[in-house]
């Protein structure tokens, strides 16, 4: 079922809305276009939102646009919806001021619009006539004869001749004074891009900002730059030299053995010097394109590498030999490759040096995991400087001291089968001591001095046993005890 829309609430309460549909009255009407936004009078569907269909009349109407009929009234003025507008009266049609398409009426002056001419065209034979005196502050332009009795007093412009056929003859006119343009602005020009003069002759030119005297081109103004450009994709050449854009150029044909043309630059007794926040291009080529010159600096295509000429050819990337087979690079990763006869033999960087063998000073001698003394019967010095201390695996070797770094057995070990540990030494060897309560959780063969039972004793797997047997051991009180009794028997 469709919705039937109503008003709600008192007639004439504040805000009176529409919620649901469009307003009709007596179909035509009244339209209130709730939901267009559009009112119509005589219409139920206005195309403007306010439409009203019919005459009507007010006191005062305010538009930006009016249209009665063939005629539209806007804030331009008034023109025709389409086709002519007609002024018809019976009586005098009067107005101050009236304009055609490109006239203007106004007083006793016709005037052009929008920079059109104005064109006096009589109909078939007929001529234009001024029967007084004319005064025109513009410009004349016949295309036929103009025949002057009298003289002729020219305050602009004179324009003699229209076609390339026009001669013009001062064979019997004498200049007596400078020909000078009655203006300050340079718009004139002598010739044209396509009638141009021949030759001229004169001592000194003047053009613009720059002066052509005898055998010097300069500027005018004192510090002022000279510009020279050539149109498009020209050159400007000089001698030898094609300069183009920003590029200066030498002839040659520019192929290997072929000739080429040297740009010097001679500053004399002073220096030469590139300014700039950018960078130099040095010349760029492969090794079949290399001149072999006396300080020569180039870019070689095939090597990638800035060289430099002298006797030969030397590459600036790193340190080279002449043949390219031995050098040092610093490369991308900040570290340094040593090649030798075209192999890498060491590489540094900031933690370590790893090198295939290293000599230092003929004594030592690291070759991969060996340390040696490089002349026979030599010793191997590993000496710490002031209290610092040698560092070997877990042993740290502090003056005549070997430390074992870690909680952990220190074992000194035999090579083979029917090897043994020697002590070189007439004075002793001094073994772990301590009392009985301090022996350790012993280990099969593990040795020490018990200063509680005066003896030394070892760990058999199960027991520490005295190592001199079960009848072979004395107390340290009872040799005392025997020291007393042979010394006083022996006297």
């Known amino acids: 079922m469709a919705q039937v829309a109503r008003i709600s609430g008192p007639l004439l309460a504040a805000n009176l809305q529409r919620t649901q549909a469009n307003l009709s009255v007596d179909t035509d009407l009244l339209f209130i276009g709730h939901l267009t936004g559009k009112i119509g009078v005589r219409t139920a569907t206005p195309s403007t939102e306010l439409n009203i269909t019919g005459q009507h009349s007010a006191n005062h109407y305010y538009a930006d646009r009016l249209t009665g009929g063939n005629i539209k009234i806007d804030t331009t003025g008034a023109s025709s919806v389409v086709g002519n507008i007609i002024l018809n009266s019976q ?100 010739g044209s891009a396509t009638k141009i003069w021949n030759n001229i002759n004169t001592a000194k030119a003047n053009i613009g900002d720059i002066e052509i005297d005898n055998d010097y081109i300069s500027t005018s103004t004192f510090n002022n730059n000279m510009f020279l450009r050539a149109n498009g994709t020209g050159s ?100 340094f490759s040593f090649v030798t006869n075209g192999s890498t033999t060491a590489t540094l960087n900031s933690t370590e040096l790893s090198t295939i063998k290293l000599v230092s000073q003929d004594n030592v001698s690291l070759d991969g995991n060996t340390i ?68 350790p959780a ?23 046993s005295n190592i001199a047997g079960a009848g072979g051991g004395i107390t340290l009180d009872y040799m005392d005890e025997l020291v007393n009794i042979y010394t006083i028997a022996l006297a």
């Open 91 to 190: 009586g005098i049609i009067k107005t101050d001021k009236l304009r055609t398409e490109n006239l203007e009426f106004n007083d006793n002056t016709i005037g052009s619009l929008s920079n059109a001419n104005i064109v006096l065209s009589p109909n078939g034979a007929g001529t234009v006539e001024f029967r007084t005196n004319t005064q025109v502050q513009g410009n004349i332009n016949a295309t036929g004869n103009i025949t002057i009795p009298g003289n002729i007093s020219v305050g602009g412009t004179i324009n003699l001749g229209d076609q390339a056929t026009d001669t013009i003859d001062f064979d019997f006119l004498d200049f007596t004074q400078d020909l000078v343009p009655n203006s300050t602005t340079g718009l004139h020009n002598l």
């Open 442 to 464: 012993g280990i099969i063969g593990q040795t020490r001095f018990n200063t509680q039972l005066a003896y030394v004793e070892t760990f058999d797997g199960t027991i520490w």
């Open 372 to 439: 040696s003394s490089a002349s026979t019967n030599a010793d191997i010095q590993l000496t710490a400087n002031g209290t610092g201390v040698v560092n070997i695996a877990n042993f740290k070797i502090e003056g005549s001291t070997i430390h074992n770094t870690i909680a952990q057995a220190f074992q000194v070990s035999k090579t083979g089968t029917t090897g043994y540990i020697h002590f070189d030494s007439t004075i002793g060897a001094v073994i772990p001591a301590g009392s009985t309560s301090q022996r």
């Open 236 to 335: 400007i050449l000089l001698h030898d030299l094609e300069f183009n854009g920003h590029n200066i150029k030498t002839e040659g044909t520019g192929a290997p053995g072929g000739s080429y043309e040297d740009i010097q630059f001679t500053p004399g007794s002073e220096n030469l010097t590139i300014s700039s926040v950018q960078a130099l291009k040095v010349p760029v080529g492969g090794e079949g394109r290399r001149p072999n010159l006396n300080r020569d600096v180039r870019y070689n295509a095939d090597t990638n590498f800035f060289e430099l000429f002298s006797t030969a050819y030397t590459p600036l990337r790193g340190i080279w030999s002449e043949d390219r087979q031995t050098y040092i690079l610093a490369n991308a990763g900040n570290d």
